[in-house]
């Protein structure tokens, strides 16, 4: 089981990204999959997820209104939208999956029992 994310990179202030997450093995399987970040010198934090469905989500509230999740069940990947990034959203972004019984604490790294290696996302001023 291996999640992999991709599309981070060097970005201006006001700019967007779209990271991709594709999930190989079962990690999608009735799972709700999301983001998880960890700036650099700070604590991981969480950032946005979704439910198996799509009908789901939730997010962090420093990436409401900005960040969009939604998901691909028959490409087994997940994609985060990002406009408007600021300096502040520069880190390290981790893909992350878990089993939808776990959705009512699934802002808290303990929901999540698969994490990809993440991609980088800088975000210059």
């Known amino acids: 089981v291996q999640l992999q994310a991709s599309g981070g990179g060097l970005v201006q202030a006001g700019g967007s990204l779209r990271l991709s997450c594709s999930a190989s093995?079962?990690?999608?399987?009735?799972?709700?999959m999301g983001w998880f970040r960890q700036p650099p010198g700070k604590e991981r934090e969480f950032v946005a997820t979704?439910?198996?469905?799509?009908?789901?989500?939730l997010y962090a509230d420093s990436v409401k209104g900005r960040f969009f999740i939604s998901r691909d069940n028959a490409k087994n990947t997940v994609y985060l939208q990002m406009n408007s990034l600021t300096p502040e959203d520069t880190a390290k972004y981790s893909c992350?999956?878990?089993?939808?019984?776990?959705?009512?604490?699934?802002?808290?790294?303990?929901?999540?029992?698969?994490w990809g290696q993440g991609t980088q996302v800088t975000v210059s001023s």
């Open positions: 979704i439910s198996w469905s799509g009908d789901d989500t």
């Open positions: 992350v999956a878990g089993p939808m019984g776990r959705w009512w604490y699934a802002n808290r790294p303990a929901a999540y029992n698969y």
């Open positions: 093995g079962r990690a999608s399987d009735n799972n709700f």
